[in-house]
Each structure stands twice: as C-alpha cells, then as structure tokens.
C-alpha cells in the first residue's frame, strides 16, 4: 500500500500533469474572448484589433486617410507626426481593452484580401438597458472608393442587430463629409440633429448625428458568418439576441 507521502506526491504530479494540459490548450481567445471574434462579409474580415495588427494598422493611417486641409474627426488623431502617430494609435487600441458590460469600444481591424485596410469600431454605454450602439470607422485612401466603407459598416450592424441584439444604431459625421454621410443613408439612417465640434483649435465645423433602428435598417443582400460571438456575449454581459426580424448570422 502506498504511504500518504506517497498518495500526496502522486496527486501533486496529477494536478501539476492538468495544469501544463491546460495551459498548453489556452489561447488568446480564451483569455480575452473578444480576441476570438471574427466576422466574415463577402470581401471582409472584421475582428478585434489584436498586437499583432497593430503595424499593419499604423501602415494603413500612414498612407493616407483623407485631404490634411479638413479633420473629419471629432479628435485630431491623424494630426500627429509620422514619429508619434504609431504610438499614439498603439496606446489608444490598448487603453479600449478596459471593457465591461456598462461601457465597451470595440474596434475592428478591416482586413481585405489579407491586407489591414482600416478599422471600424462599434460602442455603448449601459447597452443592456438601452440596447443602443454607436459607430465610427476610418479606411485608408487606397481602399475607397469601392465600397468597402459600406460593407464594414453594414457587418457590423448586423453584428449588433442580430447577434447583441441592439435596437438603435447611432453614428454622426461632419456635415461637410458627404461621403461618409451617404453610407449612413444608403443603409437607412435618418438625420438625429446637429452639434458643433472643434477637433482642431479654433476652427468650428457642424457635426450631423445620423439614428437607424433595426426596422429601418436596409439590409445587403448577404449574410455575415461569425465566429467567437457566444463567449463575447458572455464578456460584454448580453444575454442574447433578443430581435425577432431579419436574417440570423451564420456561426462557423
């Protein structure tokens, strides 16, 4: 018979044996669910924006995102030097990983034809209560032009109509940006009042927030396939979709 020295050592071993299992198992998806997220449109991949998108992303500023004459921004982000823009761009996807269910900034790395093309993010505060998101989204110079503006914003509407169960949609613009504009009322989006907004000193500019709920959402005639969504529910505390109109998202 074995000793109880002997019975300790060998349930020692055993814990020890589960422990190397599981960590040689673990992967960033399970540490941070969000990092397990994908969504898949036609042409795009959409997913959280990991360290290791990080150069491709700065890449895709770096060469140009709009005219330097006008800031579309409500912060001046694009403003910074060559030198400084990289690490200003890493510090700020790091600081959106304090996320809870009370307030979350989710930002996407748009990925097209296995090139990081720009980012779109979807936010909300207190979204259990007020089932509600908002937008913003950038897309290098390259990348325009081919409606691939429309596509990522598309994604992820369905994403939060159909699998976060939101109900409204927000976003905004400057007045003067047509273009981005035209994509908010291409898919539906009705005009939701005017701000003014200064992200560059002294030189004021109309902001146009845009609203869409989810029946007015005009939606593409493709569907998004996702993978990752249930531990992100869990992460963000949703319990589920809770719309009972369109089309539910294919789950790999």
Do not use: C
Not at 29 to 58: K, S
Not at 62 to 91: C, K, V
Request: net charge positive; proline share 6%; glycine share 8%.
């Amino acid at each position: 018979m074995l000793g109880a020295n002997q019975r300790s050592v060998r349930r020692d071993v055993r814990r020890r044996g589960k422990l190397r299992r599981y960590r040689h198992r673990m992967n960033l998806g399970e540490l941070w669910p969000l990092f397990g997220l994908e969504i898949r449109t036609p042409r795009l991949l959409l997913r959280p924006v990991q360290d290791a998108d990080l150069p491709a992303l700065v890449r895709a500023a770096l060469d140009g995102i709009h005219d330097p004459d006008r800031m579309p921004f409500g912060f001046p982000w694009t403003d910074a030097s060559p030198a400084d823009l990289p690490r200003n761009l890493a510090m700020h996807q790091w600081s959106l990983r304090q996320v809870s269910p009370q307030s979350w900034t989710i930002q996407f790395a748009v990925i097209l034809d296995g090139t990081v093309v720009g980012a779109q993010d979807l936010a909300a505060h207190a979204f259990t209560d007020r089932k509600t998101v908002d937008s913003g989204s950038w897309l290098t110079k390259n990348a325009q032009g081919q409606g691939v503006g429309t596509e990522m914003r598309a994604a992820l509407l369905l994403f939060a109509f159909d699998v976060l169960g939101a109900e409204w949609a927000e976003s905004s613009a400057a007045a003067w940006n047509t273009a981005s504009l035209r994509v908010s009322y291409k898919l539906g989006y009705e005009p939701n009042g005017v701000t003014r907004v200064a992200p560059r000193s002294a030189q004021p500019v109309d902001e146009q927030r845009v609203r869409l709920s989810r029946k007015a959402f005009n939606r593409p005639t493709w569907s998004i396939t996702t993978t990752g969504e249930q531990a992100v529910l869990a992460q963000l505390g949703i319990i589920g979709p809770q719309n009972d109109a369109g089309r539910a998202p294919r789950s790999r």
